[in-house]
């Protein structure tokens, strides 16, 4: 019962921390340059460029009215807190906002657009980064200090000194073909063939492994050394505790101690992870979609933040934390999973 009163106060308290993470958000977003009135006047002062983009006349000049006119059409006459009362209501979270930079679409259909792609992306390397890593740690804490270990650690290691952007240039320098001398093995980017459309079940899902495999590495690459470490050093530190010893002095063996006691515990600290499923599409993304071109959520926020698209990017940063809040109630639900003992104090 204490337990699903914990989990009932956290869903609640998503509410105001959700606001404070809007709001400060929304209300930097308002005196940022570059907003929407002052990308109208820009484009209102392209238009009336003559040949060459010289002004002919006054006709680069907007007058003090019409800038009026357009703050009133913005919103921008209106106090702070109403603009954000009717983004958050009027506008839901911004999701019925129409985007600055790609006329007659709105946030959610721009977002809802790219959402499945980094949604496929996110999950598989979330996947496959819990998959290899685990066992990997797993089986460096039961090898401490053996050759399989160091070797290990000095792969994990220089794997981890390369940044994830700089890891896909070099893979598409060697397997996509960009530099003569190499192999080209992979596409070069974007999530699928142009003529996807026509190709048979079993080709659309090759094609869709074969622009997936060099992105999917790439991601794994960023959280690899991390994870892998974590396993191991919370395993060694769960088997040197008194009750693996007792244990073992009870006749127990190793294999007993470690995979019937201390590797349940020693996941409760991995299982904070766990949470990041639902915002993974977002973290993490933005080079590496920028790199392979992949029409997802990573890119869509960073062509929002470069575009001053402040209605996209307030839609995305609304899900996106709502996400994470929602993945850290999920963490502490992993935490009861794993080690039902586990009592969330008031």
Same mark, same amino acid.
């Given at each position: 019962?204490?337990?699903?009163?914990?989990?009932?106060?956290?869903?609640?308290?998503?509410?105001?921390?959700?606001?404070?993470?809007?709001?400060? =958000?929304?209300?930097?977003?308002?005196?940022?340059?570059?907003?929407?009135?002052?990308?109208?006047?820009?484009?209102?002062?392209?238009?009336?460029?003559?040949?060459?983009?010289?002004?002919?006349?006054?006709?680069?000049? !907007?007058?003090?009215?019409?800038?009026?006119?357009?703050?009133?059409?913005?919103?921008?006459?209106?106090?702070?807190?109403?603009?954000?009362?009717?983004?958050?209501?009027?506008?839901?979270?911004?999701?019925?906002?129409?985007?600055?930079?790609?006329?007659?679409?709105?946030?959610?259909? &721009?977002?809802?657009?790219?959402?499945?792609?980094?949604?496929?992306?996110?999950?598989?390397?979330?996947?496959?980064?819990?998959?290899? =890593?685990?066992?990997?740690?797993?089986?460096?804490?039961?090898?401490?200090?053996?050759?399989?270990?160091?070797?290990?650690?000095?792969?994990?290691?220089?794997?981890?000194?390369?940044?994830?952007?700089?890891?896909?240039?070099? #893979?598409?320098? #060697?397997?996509?073909?960009?530099?003569?001398?190499?192999?080209?093995?992979?596409?070069?980017?974007?999530?699928?063939?142009?003529?996807?459309?026509?190709?048979? %079940?079993?080709?659309?899902?090759?094609?869709?492994?074969?622009?997936?495999?060099?992105? %999917?590495?790439?991601?794994?690459?960023?959280?690899?050394?991390?994870? /892998?470490?974590?396993?191991?050093?919370?395993?060694?530190?769960?088997?040197?505790?008194?009750? !693996?010893?007792?244990?073992?002095?009870?006749?127990?063996?190793?294999?007993?101690?470690?995979?019937?006691?201390?590797?349940?515990?020693?996941?409760?600290? +991995?299982?904070?992870?766990?949470?990041?499923?639902?915002? +993974?599409?977002?973290?993490?993304?933005?080079?590496?979609?920028?790199?392979?071109?992949?029409?997802?959520?990573?890119?869509?926020?960073?062509?929002?933040?470069?575009?001053?698209?402040?209605? %996209?990017?307030?839609?995305? &940063?609304? #899900?996106?934390? #709502?996400? /994470?809040?929602?993945?850290?109630?999920?963490?502490?639900?992993?935490?009861?999973?794993?080690?039902?003992?586990?009592?969330?104090?008031?």
């Amino acid at each position: 019962m204490e337990r699903l009163d914990y989990f009932i106060r956290r869903l609640i308290l998503i509410i105001p921390t959700f606001i404070g993470i809007t709001f400060i =958000c929304f209300s930097l977003c308002q005196f940022v340059p570059g907003g929407p009135v002052e990308q109208m006047i820009i484009k209102m002062r392209g238009i009336g460029a003559g040949e060459g983009g010289v002004q002919s006349g006054d006709s680069g000049s !907007i007058s003090e009215e019409y800038v009026r006119e357009l703050k009133v059409h913005f919103g921008f006459d209106q106090p702070l807190y109403k603009r954000y009362w009717h983004w958050l209501v009027r506008d839901a979270v911004g999701m019925k906002m129409e985007s600055y930079k790609f006329p007659n679409k709105t946030a959610w259909q &721009l977002i809802k657009e790219r959402f499945p792609v980094s949604l496929i992306f996110g999950i598989t390397g979330f996947v496959l980064t819990y998959i290899v =890593c685990i066992p990997l740690g797993i089986a460096k804490a039961i090898r401490n200090g053996s050759t399989f270990d160091f070797i290990s650690s000095a792969v994990i290691f220089i794997g981890y000194a390369i940044p994830a952007f700089a890891f896909g240039m070099v #893979l598409k320098m #060697l397997v996509c073909g960009t530099v003569d001398g190499f192999w080209d093995i992979f596409p070069v980017a974007g999530f699928q063939s142009d003529n996807f459309d026509s190709l048979p %079940v079993g080709a659309k899902i090759t094609d869709i492994f074969m622009h997936m495999c060099l992105p %999917v590495t790439c991601y794994m690459i960023g959280h690899f050394a991390v994870l /892998t470490l974590l396993m191991k050093n919370s395993l060694l530190d769960e088997i040197g505790k008194d009750y !693996i010893r007792t244990v073992l002095a009870k006749g127990g063996s190793s294999r007993r101690a470690i995979w019937g006691h201390a590797l349940r515990n020693a996941l409760i600290p +991995i299982a904070t992870g766990f949470g990041g499923v639902l915002s +993974i599409m977002f973290v993490g993304s933005v080079i590496i979609e920028q790199v392979f071109e992949i029409p997802g959520m990573g890119r869509l926020s960073l062509e929002a933040i470069v575009g001053r698209d402040y209605a %996209v990017f307030m839609g995305i &940063l609304a #899900l996106t934390s #709502l996400l /994470t809040l929602l993945g850290n109630i999920l963490s502490d639900f992993c935490y009861v999973l794993i080690d039902p003992r586990i009592n969330f104090q008031s």
